[in-house]
Structure formats: structure tokens, C-alpha cells
């Protein structure tokens, strides 16, 4: 697939860069709520039952209703996107309505709405990133897919890992004076930022980004196949990307339900096991770009089965960790690993994507990557009772399991 010439920054696509901020702010936006949502509703600030469960199985359901529903959606959004060949107007649908659901959180006073809310943030998100995710495909060369999907997370990853900190300062240093109205606490002040990151990517979207003008409506009928219509594979090497990517986003959670083991294990406190977990994400926002740029040069399927080989001892290491550095060394390698996975398998999609498909065919990967952050946080909760080293073996055995899938399973580019 060819890209209409675009102006550039910084060696980048404007578009891109663009999309990338837009997606950092909405992703900031949205990742406030990780932090706000439990707080809020453990104020007393909203209402009722729901079915007699517990107030903490309830945060943890309005939590988990945001992947599951955006999950459900991005294969159908996808599909959409791509028989309207209209990627740039199904972000900015996904923004806006990002918009109105952060800004009612003001207004939520049940878990009801609660959940309506949520579901409608779910919707959102599958239209907002699967459009963006075949936009960025579509606007790259071969020679430069890899470079743009990495500086695309990139700014996406900084935008999740800065709201939950922009957040609790909100939070804690609330109420606020505010003209006309009066003081606001601090959870109606972070609704209210989230509401207006979103208002600012949909503007910054509509002024900087462009369909490319190849883009046309697909008419094609979109089969989403597991096995391979080549003799040489069993699966359809999307589909083995989907399930690598699965793989290596499962590792990004084992920490996530077992922090209280974490923390007992090395003697640490909530501020340093919050370092743990960012060094990942810090890591894979860093590095992305440049391992995007190299596979662009050297190929990527050499990457991506280097990157789930080098998960394999980093995730064991970190169930053998005995002191606080030993894990955030081990994450902060986990993330250089992963991202040697991520953006080479989104840009090794893109080469292997009929043109007009992108956004369906690129949701097999943007679906398996949130459920498996959900699946990761599952298996640790399980796991951790046979022993804490249990979790990350787990992690080990699958990346190891991963780096066969596509060693066997995928080709280096669409030709082979």
C-alpha cells in the first residue's frame, strides 16, 4: 500500500504525530478515571444497589466494563471504518463522544449511570482506535510503518502513564474556586480536565488530520480467519500476530492484582511498587520509535520473535525478584522487550492488510492486546496461591510459546 505525501516533522508524518498527540491526551483523559472512579465511588458520592454486590466488586465491574465493551466493538467499528473509508471522521466521533461521557461523570450520581457512562466510554474507545490505528497504517510507506506505529503508541502510552499521577494531585489538592460557580472538589475538577483532553483532541484531529485520498469504501466481504489459505502456515499470520500480541500484553498485568504479595514480599510501600509498574510503560513509550525505525530497515519478524525470546528469562527473573530494584530493573526491560513485539507486529499487519481492510484486520491485534492486559491481571490473582515465582512462569511459558507462533506461523513481509 502506497501513502499520500504528507508534510513532515521531525522525519514524521504530521498526520501521524497529530494522531498520536490526540490519542496521548485522550488516553491521559481517560486514564484519570483508573485513579478518580474507585475514589469516587468509595466517597458516598454515589448511590444505591446493584443486585447486593459489594461496593468493591462494583468498582472493580465499572473498571472492567470500559476493555469489555471497547473489546466487543472494535471488530464491527473496524469494519465500519473501512466500507466508509472515512477513518478521520470515526475518530472524531469516538473523541466527541468521549467528551460528553467524561464530561457526565459530573452528573453520575447511581451505579446505573455509572455503568451507561462507562459502556458509552467503551464504544468510543473501539471507534476512536481502531479508525486511528488504520489511519496511521495508511498514511505510512512500507519503509516507514514501523517508525510511525512506534512514535503513534509512544504518544499514546505517555498520555496513560501521566493521567493516573495528574489525577491524584488533582484529587488531593481539591476543592477549587471557580468564577460564577463556585469551588469544585477535585473529582468534578478531573472529570472536567478529562472532558476537555478529549474536546482538544477532537479539534486537534479535525484541523491537522486527512484522510489519505486513495482511501476509498471497501466492498470487499471481511472474513476474519484463523488458519491460513497458504500451504505453508496453519494459521493466518494476522491472527498469530493477534496472539502474540495477546501473549505480550498479558505480561504488562501480572503485577496489577498481586501488589499487596509484591509489596509484602520486598518490604516496600504503594510509591515504589507504582515505580515498578511505570518502569514497563516508561520503557515501551521510549523505545518504540527506534525499534519501529530499525524494523522498517532490517525487517520486522526478526524483531518481534527477538522481543518474545528476550520475555521469556526477564518475566521469570521478576517472580525471582528479592528486592525493589531487582523488579524495576526486570520491568524496565520487559518494556524494551515489548516493544520490539508492539509496534513491529502492528506495522507487520499493516504490510500484510489488503488495502481498504485496515481497520478491521488491525482490530485483531488492537482487541488482543486489551484482553490481554485483563487476562494477565486474571492469571496472577489465580496463580499467585501456588507460589509467587507461579504468575510469571506462566508469563515465561506463553512468551516462549509466542516466539513459535511466529517463528512458525508468520512470514517476514506479504510475499514470502
Not at 508534510?7 to 483523559?29: E, P
Not at 484519570?32 to 444497589?49: D, H, K, R
Not at 465493551?69 to 475518530?91: C, E, M, N, Y
Amino acid at each position: 500500500m502506497s501513502a499520500t505525501k504528507s508534510s513532515t516533522l521531525f522525519g514524521t508524518d504530521r498526520r501521524v504525530i497529530a494522531l498520536g498527540v490526540a490519542r496521548m491526551a485522550d488516553a491521559m483523559g481517560n486514564s484519570f478515571l483508573i485513579v478518580v472512579l474507585p475514589l469516587y465511588i468509595a466517597s458516598g458520592s454515589v448511590s444505591g444497589e446493584l443486585f447486593g454486590f459489594s461496593e468493591s466488586l462494583i468498582t472493580g465491574l465499572v473498571l472492567g466494563l470500559y476493555g469489555l465493551v471497547s473489546s466487543a466493538f472494535q471488530p464491527f467499528a473496524g469494519r465500519l471504518s473501512d466500507k466508509a473509508g472515512k477513518r478521520r471522521s470515526f475518530v472524531i466521533l469516538g473523541l466527541v463522544l468521549f467528551m460528553f461521557a467524561n464530561f457526565s461523570y459530573v452528573l453520575a450520581d447511581s451505579y446505573e449511570i455509572l455503568f451507561v457512562i462507562r459502556a458509552a466510554q467503551g464504544i468510543a474507545a473501539a471507534l476512536t482506535i481502531t479508525a486511528s490505528i488504520a489511519l496511521v497504517s495508511e498514511v505510512s510507506r512500507t519503509e516507514t510503518r514501523g517508525e510511525n506505529m512506534g512514535v503513534y503508541n509512544s504518544f499514546r502510552l505517555i498520555g496513560f502513564g501521566a493521567g493516573p499521577l495528574l489525577s491524584g494531585i488533582l484529587v488531593e489538592a481539591g476543592p477549587y474556586p471557580v468564577p460564577y460557580i463556585g469551588e469544585i472538589n477535585g473529582f468534578i475538577a478531573s472529570f472536567c480536565v478529562a472532558g476537555f483532553m478529549a474536546l482538544i483532541s477532537g479539534l486537534l484531529v479535525s484541523i491537522m488530520v486527512s484522510d489519505p485520498e486513495e482511501t476509498e469504501p471497501s466492498t470487499e466481504k471481511m472474513v476474519f480467519r484463523v488458519t491460513s489459505d497458504s500451504p505453508d502456515y496453519t494459521l493466518d499470520p494476522i491472527f498469530a500476530l493477534g496472539l502474540a500480541t495477546f501473549i505480550m500484553s498479558t505480561g504488562f498485568a501480572l503485577l496489577a492484582s498481586i501488589e499487596p504479595q509484591i509489596n509484602e514480599r520486598l518490604s516496600q510501600g504503594a510509591f515504589i511498587f507504582s515505580i515498578q509498574f511505570s518502569a514497563l510503560v516508561g520503557m515501551l513509550a521510549l523505545v518504540q520509535p527506534f525499534v519501529g525505525r530499525l524494523s522498517d530497515r532490517y525487517g520486522r519478524k526478526v524483531f518481534i520473535v527477538a522481543g518474545l525470546i528476550g520475555l521469556v528469562p526477564i518475566t521469570l527473573a521478576q517472580g525471582l525478584s528479592t528486592e525493589s530494584w531487582h523488579l524495576i530493573t526486570t520491568r524496565a526491560l520487559q518494556g524494551i522487550s515489548a516493544a520490539m513485539v508492539f509496534a513491529p507486529a502492528l506495522a507487520l499487519a499493516g504490510d500484510l492488510t489488503k488495502a481498504g481492510q485496515e481497520g478491521a484486520q488491525l482490530s485483531v491485534l488492537t482487541v488482543s492486546f486489551g484482553i490481554g492486559i485483563s487476562f494477565g491481571a486474571f492469571i496472577s490473582g489465580f496463580a499467585i496461591r501456588f507460589g509467587f515465582i507461579a504468575p510469571f512462569a506462566i508469563g515465561a511459558a506463553l512468551a516462549a510459546l509466542g516466539a513459535i507462533l511466529v517463528q512458525t506461523q508468520v512470514p517476514k513481509k506479504p510475499d514470502d
